[in-house]
């Protein structure tokens, strides 16, 4: 498979797509490592429906959504301890509210299609077999069910 190396700034949330500025941390990311950005570095999908198809997995890590296989033991937030913000579980549960919410923008038929690609990184000739669809038809819907995606975020 063809790499297709980019540098990227990173922030607290992962790599963003905007080009590095002096003085921040930079990584290499390789755009053909998922479905989502493999399509877009080929001009299948447009910036806002990638950067939506990011927020969306995201929020899928981040609610930890997928099978775990352990329990976290962070220590319990204290009042007038000086820590702000939300403690994990809270982040969880916020995250795990924007992608229910996201899912439920999308729409029921089209929630199979972006949990298939942006979540569980099938390609789309997979989802397209494991969903019974004709061939080729997955990269329109995927489209639609990011632009509703996109809508839910706010992008573009």
């Given amino acids: 498979m063809k790499q297709i190396l980019v540098d990227r700034?990173?922030?607290?949330?992962?790599?963003?797509?905007?080009?590095?500025?002096?003085g921040r941390r930079r990584v290499t990311v390789n755009l053909a490592e998922s479905p989502l950005t493999w399509l877009h570095a080929r001009g299948h999908l447009s910036d806002a429906q990638l950067a939506a198809g990011e927020c969306l997995r995201r929020d899928f890590e981040r609610a930890q959504r997928a099978p775990g296989v352990t329990m976290r033991w962070d220590a319990v937030r204290i009042a007038g301890t000086g820590e702000r913000g939300l403690n994990p579980t809270e982040r969880q549960l916020a995250a795990r509210q924007r992608f229910d919410g996201a899912l439920?923008?999308?729409?029921?038929?089209?929630?199979?299609?972006?949990?298939?690609?942006?979540?569980?990184?099938?390609?789309?000739?997979?989802?397209?077999?494991?969903?019974?669809?004709?061939?080729?038809?997955?990269?329109?819907?995927?489209?639609?069910?990011?632009?509703?995606?996109?809508?839910f975020y706010r992008i573009g």
């Fill in 9 to 22: 700034e990173l922030d607290s949330t992962g790599p963003l797509a905007t080009p590095p500025r002096a």
């Fill in 104 to 151: 439920a923008t999308a729409g029921k038929d089209l929630a199979d299609i972006l949990w298939r690609v942006v979540c569980a990184g099938e390609t789309l000739p997979t989802a397209e077999r494991a969903l019974v669809w004709p061939v080729r038809s997955g990269k329109l819907v995927l489209r639609i069910a990011l632009d509703r995606v996109a809508g």
